[in-house]
């Protein structure tokens, strides 16, 4: 368990997951395999929940619905970021909401637009985090290299687990 506070925790992964455009989102089917797709996060300040626009009628929203358990991964490879968030699904009918978060993007996934029926807004309930932060490519590299040759094991930044 990281010794940072809940606060700082939250900071430390909203500063990560701030500019990442896309999230790989876990769920659980009903056969029981575990099943990740690319959704688009919503611009808005990480404050232990996340929010997604999805349709009604996915695979996706009906995994959560029956099995709301989730995971979300985020990654920045070009800065050594990577943040995995476990959380609980709630799908969420809420018109203001999706006016704030509403962008003419989804207008090529929803043909009604913003009042097409088949909207639905995901909310997830980070429940816990893990997420790692090297120093950068090239001494992350150089580290993996130097403990293949001298058994040493490398230094490969930060890693922390935490609960939210």
């Known amino acids: 368990m990281s010794e940072l506070t809940h606060q700082d925790a939250v900071k430390k992964i909203a500063g990560i997951i701030k500019d990442v455009k896309f999230a790989?989102?876990?769920t659980?089917?009903?056969e029981g395999h575990l099943h990740s797709r690319p959704?688009?996060?919503q611009q808005t300040e990480f404050d232990g929940d996340v929010w997604f626009i999805g349709g009604k009628d996915t695979e996706s929203v009906a995994d959560m619905r029956a099995r709301?358990?989730?995971?979300?991964?985020?990654a920045?490879?070009?800065?050594?970021?990577?943040?995995?968030?476990?959380?609980?699904?709630?799908?969420?009918?809420?018109?203001?909401?999706?006016?704030?978060?509403?962008?003419?993007?989804?207008?090529?996934?929803?043909?009604?637009?913003?009042?097409?029926?088949?909207?639905q807004?995901?909310?997830?309930?980070?429940?816990g985090a893990e997420f790692w932060e090297s120093d950068g490519k090239v001494r992350t590299l150089f580290q993996l290299a130097r403990g293949a040759i001298t058994?040493?094991?490398?230094?490969m930044g930060t890693n922390d687990t935490v609960k939210l």
């Open 24 to 26: 790989m989102l876990t």
């Open 68 to 74: 709301p358990q989730v995971n979300l991964a985020y």
């Open 28 to 30: 659980t089917t009903s």
């Open 76 to 119: 920045k490879p070009g800065d050594g970021e990577y943040v995995s968030l476990t959380g609980t699904a709630e799908l969420v009918e809420d018109r203001a909401k999706l006016d704030e978060l509403w962008s003419d993007f989804y207008k090529a996934y929803f043909e009604g637009g913003k009042e097409d029926p088949n909207i």
């Open 121 to 127: 807004l995901i909310k997830i309930h980070a429940g």
């Open 151 to 155: 058994g040493q094991q490398a230094h």
């Open 39 to 41: 959704m688009t996060t």
